[in-house]
């Protein structure tokens, strides 16, 4: 995906224009004073680090945030007995 830069007053000023830009797959870097202050990218773009992973590694990208799948997933399940049971059996075992 490309990006050109636009300032934020040619971009107040010529919004539909940019918007058509990005609509059609350009991603836009929008500055302030020089400074970069934010990026307009297509919907659905792949952006952030994960950009990277998918076009080195054809990583695919979470349909949702990392937390939220984690927190669907259950631990598996704890040994039976005890921390000190596993250790002196696991002492035996040597």
Do not use: C, F
Not at 23 to 50: D, F
Not at 56 to 79: C, M, N, T, Y
């Amino acid at each position: 995906m490309s990006e050109d830069v636009v300032g934020v007053r040619e971009l107040r000023q010529n919004l539909s224009k940019y918007l058509d830009r990005v609509k059609a797959g350009e991603g836009l870097v929008v500055t302030e004073h020089g400074r970069i202050v934010a990026r307009l990218v297509p919907s659905g773009a792949v952006v952030g680090g994960y950009a990277e992973l998918v076009e080195k590694l054809g990583a695919s990208v979470p349909a949702e945030p990392l937390e939220a799948i984690a927190a669907r997933l259950s631990a598996p399940p704890l040994p039976a007995g005890t921390t000190d049971a596993l250790l002196a059996a696991d002492r035996r075992d040597r």
